[in-house]
């Protein structure tokens, strides 16, 4: 580039310089050049390293500070993630809790059902069981043709006075004078059959009353039709017509005597 003054010194001066340099102290120039390339060299690769070393210093900050701040979420996340893994922890031991609390309550009902069940069965088992209604019987007449008619039960012989009882759960459905049958009570049981407690000397129920297996009812007599003092037992089915007793007690597991 030409100055006004016609010299183009920086130009010539930048070259006799740099040639100078190279060409009359080609030692000291190879040292300066050295030096000055060492030193450019340095400086360039210590500004570059101070560059480099800034921008990694900076990188590096900018690193840290990302990864502090990545550290810090990652701390933040682990945290929360601790949180939620506690949270769920404890919100999985609480549904642990509380399925457990629940398993325990359906047991417990379940058995306390079972067990209501068994009870009812059980009650149930003893009120529709079937006994005999005079104690230590003595059959003295069958059910069958008698004198030209049906008898139509059976005759148990006892003293006047002899406790009477009913023979399964029912209520009482007459009871009063029955003509030929004398003091005549009926029971309706549970399952519809009905029983006849004929010539009793005493009745001590009342009609509408309630009965269970063994329940007292009155006293057996000699009232009515009868030859002697005796039971007579009769056994009607759904309140129909009469069947032997003897057949019905062994087919309802009662022993006779
Ligand atoms: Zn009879």
Redesign the pocket.
């Known amino acids: 580039m030409a100055n006004p003054d016609g010299q183009s010194r920086p130009a010539r001066n930048t070259s006799h310089h740099l040639v100078r340099r190279v060409l009359v102290g080609p030692a000291l120039l190879g040292l300066g050049i050295a030096t000055t390339f060492s030193g450019s060299a340095i400086a360039y690769t210590a500004g570059g390293t101070q560059a480099l070393a800034v921008g990694a210093i900076n990188a590096a900050a900018t690193d840290t500070a990302a990864a502090q701040a990545a550290a810090a979420r990652a701390e933040s996340a682990e945290l929360a993630s601790r949180q939620v893994a506690s949270r769920s922890a404890v919100s999985l031991a609480q549904g642990q809790k509380e399925e457990r609390a629940r398993a325990e309550a359906a047991a417990r009902k379940a058995a306390a059902e079972r067990k209501a069940k068994a009870l009812k069965a059980k009650r149930l088992a003893a009120a529709h069981r079937w006994v005999m209604p005079i104690k230590h019987p003595n059959l003295t ?1 069958r059910f069958g043709p008698r004198w030209g008619r049906l ?1 139509a ?1 059976l ?1 148990f012989g006892a003293p006047v006075g002899t406790s009477l009882f009913a023979m399964s759960s029912g209520v009482v459905t007459k009871a009063g004078n029955g003509g030929g049958y004398g003091n005549k009570i009926e029971i309706t049981y549970w399952d519809g059959t009905v029983s006849y407690f004929a010539h009793m000397s005493e009745i001590d129920v009342k009609v509408g009353q309630q009965v269970r297996p063994g329940t007292y009812v009155g006293k057996s007599g000699n009232t009515g039709q009868s030859t002697g003092p005796h039971l ?1 037992l009769e056994m009607h089915p759904k309140g129909g017509d009469p069947v032997d007793p003897m057949a019905w007690l062994q087919k309802h597991g009662v022993k006779i005597g």
Do not use: A, F
């Open positions: 007449s008898h039960g005759d007579h």
